[in-house]
C-alpha cells in the first residue's frame, strides 16, 4: 500500500489577545513555546510542514536547528495578511498552500499545544494511511474532538468555506456521517494549550512535574469508526 503523502499546516498567526504580547516567545523549558509541538511536527511523518505566520512574524521564536539539515526541507513558512481576523483565516490560508503540494491528508497542529508528541502525530497518520479512505481521524479526550486532526484533501476543501475564529469544529457539527475515526487520549495534558498567563503558569508546573516528552500519550481505549 502505497503511503500516503500528509502535509501539516502549523497555525503560528494567533493574536495573542488574551496573553497581551507574542506568546509563542514564551520561554518553556529550554525553549520557546513556539518549538515544542513544531518539533513533534518535523520528527514525525508529516512530509511537509507549512507555518502560518503573521506578517510580522520573522521566526525569531524559532530555534537555529529548525533552519539547519535536517529540518530545513521538511518546513516553510506563509504569512497570513488576514490573520487579524481571526483563527480560520489563518487556516484557510494554510488548507489552499497544503494543497499545492498534492497531498492525501492535511493535518492541523496549533503552535501553542507544547504536549503534543511525535507518537501522537504518527498514531493518527498512520490510521489514516492504514484504514484509507477516511473522510478525517481526529484527536479525542472527554468525548470532544481536538487538535490534531487529518483530514482528506477532499474534506480539507469543505473547511475552505469556513469563517470567524471557530476553526473547523463545525465541519463536524454539519457533516454527522463522516467516514472518519477518533482516537481518544486520556491525558489531558496532551491539549493543554497557552491562551492566558494562568494557562502558561499551569503548563510551567505540569512540565516540572513530568518528562515533557515522557507524557502517557496511549489512548485511553481503542479508536472508533464514526458513521
Not at 463522516?178 to 482516537?183: A, D, S, T
Request: aromatic share 8%.
Amino acid at each position: 500500500m502505497r503511503e500516503a503523502k500528509i502535509v501539516a499546516v502549523f497555525l503560528a498567526a494567533g493574536k495573542s489577545e488574551r496573553m497581551g504580547f507574542p506568546k509563542l516567545w514564551l520561554q518553556l523549558g529550554t525553549e520557546c513555546l513556539g518549538n515544542w509541538a513544531f518539533r513533534a511536527a518535523v520528527q514525525s511523518l508529516i512530509d511537509h510542514t507549512i507555518v502560518v505566520t503573521r506578517e510580522d512574524d520573522r521566526l525569531d521564536w524559532m530555534d537555529c536547528s529548525f533552519h539547519k539539515s535536517p529540518y530545513h526541507r521538511k518546513w516553510s513558512q506563509l504569512t497570513c495578511k488576514d490573520s487579524v481576523q481571526g483563527q480560520s483565516s489563518s487556516l484557510v490560508a494554510g488548507i489552499k498552500k497544503a494543497e499545492e503540494l498534492l497531498p492525501d491528508g492535511i493535518i492541523v497542529l496549533l503552535a501553542d499545544q507544547p504536549f503534543i508528541t511525535k507518537e501522537m502525530i504518527n498514531e493518527l497518520i498512520v490510521y489514516f494511511n492504514k484504514e484509507s479512505p477516511l473522510a478525517f481521524v481526529a484527536a479525542c479526550h472527554q468525548k470532544r474532538m481536538r487538535p490534531p486532526v487529518v483530514f482528506s484533501r477532499h474534506l480539507a476543501a469543505q473547511v475552505k468555506g469556513i469563517s470567524g475564529d471557530h476553526g473547523a469544529r463545525h465541519i463536524f457539527r454539519t457533516n454527522k456521517y463522516l467516514n472518519g475515526k477518533i482516537v481518544h487520549y486520556s491525558n489531558p495534558a496532551l491539549f493543554s494549550d497557552v491562551d492566558t498567563q494562568e494557562d502558561y503558569k499551569e503548563v510551567k508546573e505540569q512540565m516540572r512535574g513530568e518528562d515533557s516528552r515522557g507524557l502517557h500519550w496511549k489512548k485511553c481505549n481503542p479508536a472508533r469508526s464514526l458513521g
